[in-house]
């Protein structure tokens, strides 16, 4: 394999963004996880860029009881950590704009603190904009805190030049399966309309994400190429080497199909086979990417244990150190038989997919951490080298690199100097931040921005929410019922037997992690 070094025209370069409208925005679960390791650094690499608006404020929102200061100096220590080089003068100015109320999630009066504290605030900072309701809680508290917001009268619809708008994002699982999922929804939508209704993929802020939409429709060369009469088949895969950490207790309920594949799976698929939309613009792109969830092949009970492979990582060893399986994470998974593996083929029945299958696989504790999505062509129809004893012709392959190694490498046949027939295989590769010389920019980085400014492109709408569900509920019902437990693979591998024979029915077979 030979690689070949691409050049970027700096001159050709196109950038579009739009600075956030006057935002207040307000964290549910502020002294969590989530907002400490990814929000609120992600402001701030906001605030650096000048991306966030000068009218901006934050109100920290839990249960843990914390003065304004103390909770200045818990989001001081979490940016420090994602920018240690950062002048401290600029961070504390930033940090000014944030406040910090506790109360329970379930009791009136904390909603009615929080609107006078909107309020005030607002007259302080003179905002007039919108006001960004952040769910970083908790799936359970989810109807809880909407209800309460929309009962408190903080769910301002307001219109394009209202000084009282409101936007609510919410966190991933959106509900378990379809019933759950409708019901959260319904519960949402007695207050907020469907356009501020922000529901996050954060696969969908990732910049290897969003080229996909680039490369397919900001180029003619490949429109031509991208249908069943040059695609032999697709693969996606998402793997990690990382366990279930501390999260076991959701994971548990959980497992890799709801967890990876009913929302980022579903997200990568439909942006891959999607037809062009006619605008950049998000319902135009979010119709288009639900035709696809809805043209997904439906399948009888039988054929589950067919198509959808589960496997569960028992102990092994990864990059040279022995690691635990999954139920002895803790003592309470000691039985379970969750899948944290899962491979399966998907068809989707539309003129432009038929016959071409779509490989999918993702799990925990493989060999390592990648997810791209590999497109492999036809065969040449007849090759005329066989007369010369080459029969066998590789493939040309393209693979969208999502993570770690963001960028996109073609592969191609070409003559090698010297004998008559003497063929490579040529990859060419470019890798996204040697090229741009950029580091890459934290996914919610975007999602954050686009919130605030309004956008919903890059966040799921119900129905494609929804379809995705319906799809996958049979599986998880077949499986409850079947009471099987997944197969094992050692942890540190790269597939197992079963998960291999999925594709190999179809004489196919992984691509290597
Ligand atoms: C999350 C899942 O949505 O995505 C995690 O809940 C998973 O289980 C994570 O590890 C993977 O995200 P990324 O960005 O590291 O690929």
Partial sequence: MHNIEPTVDYNDIICADTVAEPSAMVVFGASGDLAQRKLVASLYGLYEKKLLNEKFFLIGCSRTKLSDDEFRMRCKKSILSVHPDLN????????????????????????????????????????????????????????????????????????????????????????????????LNAKIREYFDEHQIYRIDHYLGKETVQNILMFRFANSIFEPLWNRNYIDHIQI?????????GRYGYYDSSGVLRDMFQNHMIQLLSLVAMEPPVAFEADSIRDEKSRVVNALRD??????????????????????????????????????????????????????????????????????????????????????????????????????????????????????????????????????????????????????????????????RFDCVDKSWQYFDKVLAHWKKSGQAPYLYNAGSESFEEADALIKADSRQWRSL
Avoid at 129 to 155: N, R
Avoid at 161 to 166: F, H, I, P, Q, V
Avoid at 237 to 245: C, D, F, N, Y
Wanted: charged share 25%; proline share 4%.
């Fill in 237 to 245: 895969t998402i793997a990690e080497s990382l366990g279930v950490e």
């Fill in 88 to 183: 401290p003068d600029e961070l504390n100015v930033f940090l000014s704009k944030f406040y910090y109320l506790s109360g329970q999630y379930d009791d009136q009066n904390y909603y009615q603190e929080i609107s006078r504290k909107l309020d005030a605030l607002s007259s302080k900072y003179k905002l007039c904009g919108c006001f960004v309701y952040y769910l970083s809680t908790p799936p359970t508290l989810f109807p809880v805190i909407t209800g309460e917001l929309g009962k408190s009268g903080l769910s301002y619809g307001g219109c394009a030049d209202s000084c009282k708008k409101s936007r609510i994002v919410i966190e991933k699982p959106f509900g378990r399966d379809t019933s759950s999922s409708r019901e």
């Fill in 299 to 460: 399948f009888k009970e039988e054929q589950i244990d067919e198509l959808f492979v589960r496997g569960q990582y028992s102990s092994g060893n990864l990059d040279g150190k022995d690691v635990c399986g999954y139920r002895e994470e803790n003592e309470l998974l000691a039985n379970s038989n969750t899948e944290t593996f899962l491979a399966c083929k998907l068809m989707i029945d539309n003129w432009r997919w038929k016959d071409v299958p779509f490989y999918l696989r993702s799990g925990k504790r493989l060999k390592k951490k990648t997810t791209e999505i590999a497109i492999t062509f036809k065969e040449v129809p007849h090759s005329m080298f066989s007369s010369v004893g080459i029969d066998k012709l590789t493939p040309n392959t393209l693979v969208l690199k999502i993570q770690p190694c963001e960028g996109t490498s073609l592969s191609f046949q070409t003559k090698r100097p010297g004998s008559k027939a003497c063929m490579a295989t040529l990859t060419m590769d470019y890798d996204y931040q040697e090229i741009f010389g950029t580091q890459m920019p934290e996914a919610y980085e975007r999602l954050l921005l686009d919130c605030m400014v309004g956008d919903q492109t890059l966040f799921s």
